[in-house]
């Protein structure tokens, strides 16, 4: 009897110091979000080979809609396929943010312009679709040269910025999830303003800066470039309803797997800016 | 103890890892890139540890779901102690409520498995916001419908699962 009673309240004590702890942990990473990002990076590279094998069958499944056979070879040619399509579509949108680099030359005379870089082609092992956060996983990490604030772009879009990274994963911080802010133009007025997303499939417009010209639904925004990580140019999202409040429908498909380009952040010293820490005042 | 004896002993105690393994698959299957567009997935986690708490109370003591919640954190990009302080105060609050649970009839459990997730989603909100890391209440309630709806298979898979194991340790 004596020893029930001491049990539970060593078991009591246990509990309490356990969860004073998590809360202390909590504490410790609002002062340094980074404590940690190793410990993270090693999770993501042991979770990314069993995650390879747990998404098989969504992508047997997804694949079965589309009449691709299991044979092997095809699967294999299907993947081949698929690649060379991404890389065929990343090349339409640098054509299409040359054209608009091009256009801003043209009135500006003579500015530097940073390339692109591709830094890794890498595959979405798995999405967070809770809600709380919205990430996905990639399989490329520090060995392919992936850091931390590159921006991930998909064939059809803007995906998201790399978080923590491990030697052969990475985490994606996905365009919808609360934290994600990308400064963009809407392509047929130039109003910049910021993509911010909330959870939901759908993103939100905020801090537009300038003249308030109405926006139509199907209107296209496009990343600005403004605060170095993601490259100018590049299609993120269409109005969806015009508001008022603004909702916009990502290009990229954010859920389901495909390929992706992570690329370096576009200006060098891009991964000293805070993400969301993005100047208020932007040159037109 | 011979080794063999030692190996004898220790293999036949791996019934005693299963909830927490069963946790752990679950975490991944909420890692799986399905085509869904509302964040639908439902935590699968909080009532795994919840189930668990109810049929297995010595399997699934709140330490155990402070580190399985700690794993999650980690793979899932939370800030650490985000998922572990949820899952170790579901299983005190489903310990502190397990008479009541015992010898009800399945709508009941259902109606207080509610009212526990509801809690839980509500305490993550409040402990994403200590984080300093505020996310919106909405996709929340998403998540606490489809886990609603998510708990009698999952009750069902795992009282299966016990049953196999309890007619393993039986058969020797």
Known sequence: MRRDQNLAILGAVVTGAVVASGLFLLVLGRASPEAG????????????????????PFDALAGLGQGVAAHFGT?????????ALAAAE????????????LAQLRRLERVAVPERQLVATARIVSVVQGGVVRSALVSAGSRQGVTAAMPVIGAEGLVGRT????????????????????PVLV??????????????????LAERVGPEEPLRRGDRLVTSGEGGVFPPGVPVAVVYDAGPPVRLRPLARLLGAGFVRIEAGWLPDAAVLEMGEVPGEVVP | MAPAERRRFWLGHWRLAVPVASVLVLMLVMLAPLPLGMPAMPPLMVLAVLIWGIFQPGLMAPWLAFALGLVADGLMGQPWGANAVQLALVAVLVRGLEGRFR????????LVAALVLALAMLLEWLLMTLAGRPVPLR???????????????????????????????AGG
């Open chain 1, 37 to 56: 990002a190793r410990v993270r990076g090693v999770m993501l590279d042991m979770a990314t080979p069993v995650l390879a094998v747990v998404r098989a």
């Open chain 2, 139 to 169: 996709p929340m309630l998403w998540q606490w419908l489809t886990g609603v709806l998510a708990y009698p298979p999952l009750v069902a898979l795992f009282a299966g699962l016990q049953r196999w194991l309890l007619g393993r340790a």
């Open chain 1, 187 to 204: 392509a047929r007025t130039g109003q910049a303003a910021l993509v911010a997303g909330d959870g939901s499939p759908l993103l939100l």
């Open chain 1, 90 to 101: 990343a090349r339409l949108q640098l054509a299409e943010a040359d054209r608009l680099a």
């Open chain 2, 103 to 110: 010898q009800r009839p399945h709508r009941r459990d259902w």
């Open chain 1, 75 to 83: 699967v294999e040619r299907a993947a081949r396929l698929e690649t």
């Open chain 1, 163 to 182: 978080t923590d990274v491990g030697a052969g994963a990475a985490r994606v911080l996905l365009l919808t999830d609360s934290q994600s802010r990308v």
